[in-house]
């Protein structure tokens, strides 16, 4: 695994072809990202709306990958 990559959070805006989503990120920047291998290996699903944690490299700054799906937590609600 390469040393210089950075993680962040963000939520999935919109689902574009070939598996690529629009990205909203935590620091109000917006930018590209793909399905890394490991996802796309066990069919993990991404929809919009999704919180995913991305990585992005110093190299190129707009193509983010997709490495982890958030998942939601359910909330129990009491009822009297």
Do not use: C, W
């Not at 959070?9 to 574009?16: D, I, S």
């Not at 996802?39 to 992005?56: A, F, N, S, T």
């Amino acid at each position: 695994m390469a040393k210089h990559l950075v993680e962040i959070e963000g939520t999935v805006l919109q689902a574009l072809p070939n598996a690529v989503f629009s990205i909203s990120l935590d620091n109000d920047f917006q930018a590209l990202g793909y399905v890394s291998g490991r996802l796309r290996q066990y069919h993990i699903k991404i929809l919009p709306g999704d919180r995913v944690k991305v990585e992005l490299s110093p190299y190129d700054l707009t193509r983010r990958r997709i490495i982890y799906r958030i998942p939601v937590r359910e909330t129990t609600t009491i009822t009297a």
